[in-house]
């Protein structure tokens, strides 16, 4: 049976990643300190910026690893704060190095040895993994690193007939967007009309973007955008 872990499914992208996923037949298990409200879902409670925590889950990921026939091993947990090249102190930025990044490479280097041909690596990182805005630096600096993650992944991953591909929504309707704009409406409405469609990305449609990479490996080692056309100034 196929498997999609995914880190950070209980709301958002990942938990319109959890749906999509179960709806093909795959065993679904989030890590997360919340709970995905999806029936079918195995929640493993996971703190990913402790090590300690992370080793817990990869204890109980191992055997199911070891006895799947597919694997999509979905990055998709992320901290963002509001920082600046002039305000993040080396605790803040490492704070969300640690989330971003190092549980990226605990569970990859938990699993990846593990993981059967046919099997996928899918970093889910941000429109900010090749550019950058204002407010937002440990955030950029962390979703940077990640774009470098997916593309050493694929080389040192290469013979496996395991791919790898970094998905980078634009700006999606997610609780950590709306947070992050302080909820105001006027603000959302605004940054919903920077694309072509005068809308914020919907969490469903980078789901079945995800669902779609890990079925296609014609795309190992590629950054692909979904933002509906994001206007650049």
Not at 7 to 25: C, E, N, W, Y
Not at 37 to 47: I, K, R, S, T, Y
Not at 146 to 155: E, H, N, V
Request: glycine share 10%; proline share 4%.
């Amino acid at each position: 049976m196929p498997i999609a872990i995914i880190t950070g499914a209980s709301v958002g992208i990942g938990r319109a990643s959890a749906a999509r996923f179960l709806g093909r037949g795959f065993t679904v298990y989030n890590l997360s300190r919340r709970a995905c409200p999806l029936d079918g879902v195995h929640n493993l409670a996971c703190d990913l910026s402790d090590p300690a925590s992370l080793a817990g889950a990869l204890e109980t990921l191992a055997p199911a690893v070891a006895g799947a026939d597919s694997v999509a091993l979905v990055h998709n947990a992320s901290q963002m704060r509001k920082d600046s090249a002039l305000d993040c102190p080396d605790a803040d930025l490492r704070a969300v190095l640690e989330t971003n990044v190092l549980a990226v490479n605990a569970l990859n280097q938990g699993l990846l040895p593990a993981l059967p041909a046919g099997s996928s690596v899918i970093y889910v990182g941000s429109t900010l993994s090749e550019k950058a805005v204002a407010g937002a630096f440990s955030y950029v600096v962390s979703k940077h690193a990640q774009l470098g993650l997916m593309r050493a992944t694929c080389q040192d991953l290469m013979g496996r007939g395991v791919h790898t591909a970094l998905v980078c929504p634009g700006f999606t309707d997610t609780e950590m967007l709306r947070t992050h704009l302080g909820n105001d409406q006027a603000v959302i409405e605004t940054i919903g009309a920077m694309n072509s469609y005068n809308r914020l990305v919907d969490p469903a449609e980078i789901a079945e973007l995800i669902d779609w990479v890990h079925h296609n490996p014609v795309i190992n080692g590629a950054v692909l955008h979904g933002n509906l056309g994001q206007r650049e100034s």
